[in-house]
T-cell receptor, first 114, second 110 residues
Framework: KAGVTQTPRYLIKTRGQQVTLSCSPISGHRSVSWYQQTPGQGLQFLFEYFSETQRNKGNFPGRFSGRQFSNSRSEMNVSTLELGDSALYLC?????????????FGPGTRLTVT | TQLLEQSPQFLSIQEGENLTVYCNSSSVFSSLQWYRQEPGEGPVLLVTVVTGGEVKKLKRLTFQFGDARKDSSLHITAAQPGDTGLYLCAGGYNNNDMRFGAGTRLTVKP
């Protein structure tokens, strides 16, 4: 069974640009969550999608957005990139919503903003 | 401000030594999870604890959830180089919220 895949694995962008990251969950998993990981702040929750609807959102500005498609694949978009957006972006999938369902993480997309 | 504080932030020990890392919060959690993350990979779930005072063992790893469900510890016996990684705790509150600590970066030298 394939794991969670994220593309691209590495990305370099310039301040002011926008970026789209992609996540393909494990087959059959319907919930996808996104996290930002930085050395200083650790993993911070961005948002969660289930059945193509955003169900939960963390404390991030509106520049961060996402969506989920009917096949459960998800994308996140960051507009008007800032230097502080440099981070590892992780996506996690689970069978269903709720903390009782194990989350499986992808390897992440490392975004560098220059 | 981190909802979950992990300590120590960094730990470097020799193979064969024992160690304990901690995860503390002022909030009560309905469950607490421990993950290990290796370079270039996402976190992998090690254990979930849900009952105050619960102790779970996974080979050389022992996990404990505090009685008040506000803190947890992870103890590793006879550490090996393969234990090297970033150990993350994550607290669940409400039914769908999970918050992570910043992690303890463990290095076990052969």
């Amino acid at each position: 069974k394939a794991g969670v895949t994220q593309t691209p694995r590495y990305l370099i962008k310039t301040r002011g640009q926008q970026v789209t990251l992609s996540c393909s969950p494990i087959s059959g998993h319907r919930s996808v969550s996104w996290y930002q990981q930085t050395p200083g702040q650790g993993l911070q929750f961005l948002f969660e999608y289930f059945s193509e609807t955003q169900r939960n959102k963390g404390n991030f500005p509106g520049r961060f957005s996402g969506r989920q498609f009917s096949n459960s694949r998800s994308e996140m978009n960051v507009s008007t990139l800032e230097l502080g957006d440099s981070a590892l972006y992780l996506c996690a999938s689970s069978l269903a919503r709720g903390i009782n369902y194990e989350q499986y993480f992808g390897p992440g997309t490392r975004l560098t903003v220059t | 401000t981190q909802l979950l504080e992990q300590s120590p932030q960094f730990l470097s020990i020799q193979e064969g030594e024992n160690l304990t890392v901690y995860c503390n919060s002022s909030s009560v959690f309905s469950s607490l999870q421990w993950y290990r993350q290796e370079p270039g990979e996402g976190p992998v779930l090690l254990v979930t604890v849900v009952t105050g005072g619960e102790v779970k063992k996974l080979k050389r790893l022992t996990f404990q959830f505090g009685d008040a469900r506000k803190d947890s510890s992870l103890h590793i016996t006879a550490a090996q180089p393969g234990d090297t990684g970033l150990y993350l705790c994550a607290g669940g509150y409400n039914n769908n919220d999970m918050r992570f600590g910043a992690g303890t970066r463990l290095t076990v030298k052969p």
